[in-house]
């Protein structure tokens, strides 16, 4: 919980324009949700609000809905972000709603960025994302937690059911590099399902699931050699 003494020291170093936002944001969000307002929440909400207004110009602020979706969204990619993670399994009651992670590293995008430059690699991580969503459906949501990395939290009872989707995932990359032979994407990844012996919480599963994608990573590297 932020207690409206702190917005105060947040607002510190903002223009006019920004601080009169920020109050208005305060007072949409804190009359129906007065005591669930985290700092992290605030600092990327906030985050949000000095970009639009310095950058964007926007003159719209009916209520603090556009601000939260901003907040919890990668603006690259429209993903979800890692403050979006974080908030969701918190409130994942892991006992009944046991899933499946899957962990994703783009390989090559320092070679990419620094050999054809960041407009290239950020075309490279969009497309990527974009084909993951659309194999993904509503089987899941995917996150973007890295400058390379994706991970998705699959609805997903077994293994074999995440097993299905990485295939159809591996059909369209290889549909979409045959015809785009100037720009293949190539991706690791790796997978685990909660296991409630072994693992906390989804975190604990995410990071089985970091595991094994970086053994693939390197397993792949090791073929181009």
């Not at 995008?109 to 050999?115: A, C, G, Q, R």
């Not at 012996?197 to 994608?213: H, P, V, Y």
Request: aromatic share 10%.
């Amino acid at each position: 919980m932020i207690l409206p003494h702190r917005i105060e020291e947040l607002k510190y170093g903002f223009n006019e324009t920004a601080q009169q936002k920020m109050d208005d944001l305060w007072k949409n969000i804190n009359k129906d949700k007065p005591h669930d307002i985290s700092l992290e929440k605030w600092v990327s909400i906030i985050a949000t609000v000095h970009f639009d207004i310095h950058f964007n110009n926007s003159s719209s602020f009916k209520n603090g809905d556009k601000y939260e979706q901003l907040a919890y969204h990668d603006q690259m990619t429209g993903c979800l972000n890692r403050l979006a993670w974080a908030e969701i399994i918190r409130g994942v009651d892991v006992e009944k709603n046991s899933g499946v992670v899957i962990m994703f590293d783009l390989n090559d995008l320092k070679v990419i960025n620094d050999t054809k430059g960041h407009e290239y690699g950020d075309k490279y991580i969009i497309e990527s994302a974009s084909i993951m969503q659309e194999i993904l459906g509503n089987n899941g949501s995917i996150f973007r937690v890295g400058g390379d990395e994706f991970c998705i939290l699959m609805h997903a009872n077994k293994l074999k059911e995440a097993e299905i989707f990485l295939a159809r995932l591996d059909e369209a990359f290889a549909k979409y590099n045959k015809a785009h032979p100037d720009m293949p994407i190539s991706i690791a990844y790796g997978s685990a399902r909660f296991d409630k012996l072994t693992d906390m919480d989804l975190n604990d599963t995410r990071s089985r699931a970091d595991s094994e994608m970086y053994h693939n990573k390197f397993k792949m590297k090791e073929k181009r050699q």
